[in-house]
């Protein structure tokens, strides 16, 4: 049997060298390597050698193999650099210059993203600076300061994340009212966009983390009409300039008087429609606001006596959802490219 071997290695061998193009090449593969030949049949037989003969002969049958398989891959690189014809697999590729070109598809800035810049560049055109604060915040900045002490029921109306029992994620921006202030005596002027974060279920209005629009401003004789002049210029530039607003009253510990502000839905004139309800009379919830309470200002050591100002906060999410007719607030973070490239 190791006499067929080394004849059998030579033959192969002479084959391969022989080959003058890749399809005679691969005939003597088949015949020499494949599996019917001569070769894995022999490999299979050993099974029937005694255990001796079988370890013998089996290295040995492996090596010619070895040795056989490189000898064919000398013989078909040296037939491809010799640029012999092998059919369809290495002819000349031809390209096409006339099919269409390849476009590599452009990104863009997130909706929300848009709108904060376009929110900011108002507010600026009015005077108010940006100012940014900590999401990761302390009860105090995010309650106490805000006449909110523990046990108040107001904190029940916002569900909190707590990290630590008094370090928590902030529910509200106006936490940075408050970091602004302790820093820097007034008049301040200033508008703070950010995420907050709130323990609730997710639906079509309600996220647990979402973006709200802060602002304060605070002087000497800082009225309501300021306020109600500020809101509204702000929504005028945002939603157009037929916008109507009016004020209601509202709680919030942290202003007095308090109120929620509403625009005139101008999907349906004010008749009531899906997007604002039927119970809401035709008027869109867009912001809470009021006077700053004379606790907030000892809080942070300004004299109540002295210093006035206002305060507001917005959800982006829903002033964007309003605009735009985006009747879920899950599409802004969901990324799909079908509801983002709309904008
Ligand atoms: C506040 O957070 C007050 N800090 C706002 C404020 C500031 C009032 C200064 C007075 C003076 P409120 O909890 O209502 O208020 O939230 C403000 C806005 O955030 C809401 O009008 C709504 O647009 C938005 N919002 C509240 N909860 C959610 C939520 N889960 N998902 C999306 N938007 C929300």
């Not at 928590?168 to 301040?188: A, C, D, G």
């Not at 002027?189 to 709130?198: A, H, M, T």
């Amino acid at each position: 049997m190791t006499e067929r071997l080394d004849a059998l290695e030579a033959e192969a061998a002479r084959a391969f060298e022989a080959a003058k193009d890749q399809g005679a090449l691969e005939e003597a593969r088949v015949r020499w390597l494949g599996r019917k030949s001569e070769l894995t049949g022999l490999l299979r037989g050993l099974k029937d050698l005694s255990p001796e003969q079988r370890a013998a002969v089996g290295a040995r049958a492996n090596r010619i193999r070895e040795n056989l398989e490189s000898r064919y891959e000398e013989a078909r690189s040296s037939l491809a650099s010799a640029g012999a014809p092998s059919g369809s697999a290495s002819a000349p590729a031809l390209r096409d210059v006339t099919l269409p070109g390849r476009s590599i598809p452009r990104g863009h800035e997130h909706l929300l993203s848009q709108v904060l810049r376009e929110v900011r560049e108002i507010f600026h055109g009015m005077g108010f600076a940006l100012a940014e604060g900590p999401q990761v915040e302390d009860d105090w900045h995010n309650f106490g300061a805000l006449n909110i002490p523990k046990g108040h029921p107001a904190r029940a109306a916002t569900d909190t994340f707590y990290l630590r029992p008094d370090i928590l994620l902030r529910t509200h921006t106006s936490s940075v009212q408050i970091r602004v202030m302790e820093k820097q005596q007034p008049p301040v002027r200033i508008i703070c966009p950010g995420r907050v974060y709130r323990n609730e279920a997710v639906d079509a209005t309600h996220h647990f983390e979402f973006h709200q629009l802060e602002g304060l401003y605070v002087d000497e004789n800082v009225t309501l009409g300021d306020l109600k002049g500020t809101l509204d210029r702000f929504l005028k530039s945002f939603f157009g300039p037929a916008t109507e607003m009016r004020f209601s009253p509202s709680y919030f510990p942290f202003v007095e008087p308090g109120a929620q502000v509403e625009i005139r839905c101008f999907f349906c004139g004010g008749k009531g429609c899906p997007v604002c309800g039927p119970l809401s009379g035709g008027w869109l919830e867009v912001l809470g606001a009021g006077m700053v309470h004379p606790n907030v200002f000892r809080a942070v050591s300004y004299d109540p006596e002295r210093w006035t100002g206002f305060a507001f906060g917005a959800g982006i999410e829903r002033l964007v959802m309003l605009r735009h007719g985006v009747p879920d607030l899950r599409l802004f973070y969901e990324n799909d490219v079908r509801f983002l490239h709309q904008f």
